[in-house]
């Protein structure tokens, strides 16, 4: 009989999940690598509209999760492998991202990942442990208590929320608590912690869509300076960064007033 997964196993497992969705995404913006390359190969004193720090991150995730096909081969996403398939069983094409500095041809295309479940407003959701059996399913109206864990797909899987993060800087946060539906934090957990029940965890990709807003007033927020930090260089970058997030979320409880 297996041994059930510890917390420990578990983040590890969310951390490479969250490098290989990374790398999944730069691959399939060949378009915008093309871009790159355009961009930053005239003549001196032009100025270079991409970040070239960028493609280096996407070449890096690419090598540690053992990918070999060049990130500029027409045909280069079906050499990813997405948790335990092939990438062409795993992953299908959705519309592009909402990334304004690279339109039409130069865009990248939204990936649905395969063991997710894909909701009319675009959220994505992974049932890791669906609870207990005996608990009641959070609804809207409800209280919960949750606890939560970051990731930025695009910016190398860099995490902006996790214990790790927490014990560096010497910070302890209590849970998150709120509504579901009072409109304090951002539409994709609002959204997914529905039918949650309590010591359930759920897995979610967040488009740019259903998270962060530009005034930074929606949670949940990092409870970490350098958390804050790594998710506002991707959140206030003007449209040539993808915004999707991945989230995991533990519910604690569920109760009314």
């Known amino acids: 009989m297996a041994r059930p997964m510890t917390s420990r196993c578990r ?19 060949v378009p915008a690598s093309r871009a790159w390359m355009q961009a930053c190969s005239g003549p001196p ?20 999760i053992g990918i070999v096909a060049s990130p500029l081969e027409p045909n280069a996403f079906q050499g990813v492998r ?35 479940r894909l909701l009319p407003s675009g959220l994505q959701v992974k049932e890791i ?24 797909i695009n910016y190398f899987g860099r995490p902006f929320e996790t214990r790790s993060l927490q014990k560096v800087s010497q910070v ?30 759920r897995q979610f990709i967040i488009p740019v869509e259903l998270g962060y807003d530009a005034e930074k007033k929606l949670g949940p927020r990092p409870s970490t300076f350098s958390g804050q930090r790594a998710l506002d260089f991707v959140m206030d970058n003007q449209g040539l960064v993808d915004k999707t997030l991945l989230i995991n979320i533990g519910l604690k409880r569920v109760y009314q007033k």
């Open 45 to 64: 004193g032009v100025a270079c509209d991409v970040d070239r720090r960028s493609v280096a991150r996407c070449l890096a995730a690419s090598a540690i």
């Open 129 to 152: 442990d669906p609870g207990r059996s005996d608990a009641q399913e959070a609804k809207l109206g409800d209280y919960v208590v949750i606890t939560w864990e970051g990731y930025t």
């Open 172 to 201: 302890q946060p209590d849970p998150v608590r709120f509504k579901v539906g009072d409109g304090t934090m951002i539409p994709g957990i609002d959204e997914g912690v529905r039918g949650m029940r309590e010591e359930g965890i």
């Open 82 to 116: 997405i948790l335990s398939a092939s990438a062409a069983e795993e992953a299908m094409f959705l519309d592009n991202e909402n990334m304004p500095g690279l339109l039409g041809k130069n865009g990248k295309k939204r990936i649905k990942a395969k063991d997710f």
């Open 11 to 29: 983040r590890l497992q969310f951390r490479r999940q969250a490098l290989v969705l990374a790398a999944a995404a730069c691959l399939v913006s």
